[in-house]
Structure formats: structure tokens, C-alpha cells
């Protein structure tokens, strides 16, 4: 995954010696005062004033970003924006490997928090485990039917259930979509896997 689409910025635009920070449109900005640590106030865009050596600034994606859940993600650097597809058992005991997307932003109002108790690689501490782990568990209370013909309820119910551990962080969902539903057959043979959905079969 490219730097520029991870949900923390690395990159800061400073302007006349330090003085001044850019803040550039779909951004906000935190301060962190070596005498106070980080502050309460978040920037949006804009040129804002800060002391120069005394007062670092940290730049956060506030956009919705798309973090993809499939199989050939790459997962060499731990705060790439997704995930390999997650294999779970449904609540009538069938093995499913299931593939989406999870739309995600960062509380603006809340970007100091988040900073502050979780530091910049949010990404590998708290989006991926909580998408994980409320996966499975939603999965795990619907049977293999329920998933194909109540999919946008499914859906909902996954969104709903990361809401209330990402909120807690500072971090929202905007919405959960299913791209493909795979039914695992032997798991030494993909040859009895068995598709049940897919957005790209269905295109």
C-alpha cells in the first residue's frame, strides 16, 4: 500500500522556519508542546501558527479511506490500510472465507486522542484485530443462508459491532461491504471450494 493512503500522514508541510503549518484540504493537524505534550486544540486546514522547535505538528488523513479485506493483500508493512481475507465458521457450522472492504475516517475533533493513546500505528493496534475478531463473531452467529439472503443486514451488523470498539479509539466506520463469500469445502482442496457470492462475478 502507498504512504500516502495510510490514515496517519508522516509528512507535515512547514513554512517559514518553522513558524507555520499547512494544513491542506481532507486534513486536520495536533500539536505536540514539548513543555504541555499534546494538545487539545485540532487544526483543520489552513495556515496555522506554531513555535518553532518547541512544538512539533502531526498531519492526519481525515478522508474516508477504504481499508480492502482479500486474499492477496500484502501485509509486509503493518500499517498498510488492509487485511488478507478472513476465514471464520458460521453459527450452523460452515467454513466460509469472506472478502470486503471497511470504509473508515478518523474522529477530526478526536485526532489528539488518538495520537496520544494510541500513536501512529493505530492501523496494526486497533483496525485490524477489532475487524478480525467482530468478523468472526458476527459470522458466527448467522447460518451460511441467512449471510446470502440477508446480506445487507449482515453487512450492518458488522458495521455496527466495529462502531463500538473503533469509537472508542476515536475511529468510525462509515460502512461495511461484502465483496465475496466463499464456502471452504476440504481445506486441503480448493478444487470443493464453492462461491456464493461475489460482486466481481455478479459485474
Known sequence: MEFDKLVVSFLVDEVVGGFFVNVPPGHVACIHDLGRGVLKKVWGPGLHLKIPFWQRAKLFNSQILEYLIRHDFDLSHSESLGDEAI??????????????????????SRANELWETIGDDFVSKIVRPVSRSRLRSVLSEVTLEQITTYRTQVEEKIKKELNQVYAQSGIICDGFLLSEVKELGDLDKTSDDKVLFSKQKQS
Open 87 to 108: 476465514v471464520s465458521k458460521t453459527a450452523d457450522k460452515h467454513n466460509l472465507q469472506v472478502e470486503g472492504s471497511i470504509l473508515l475516517k478518523i474522529d477530526k
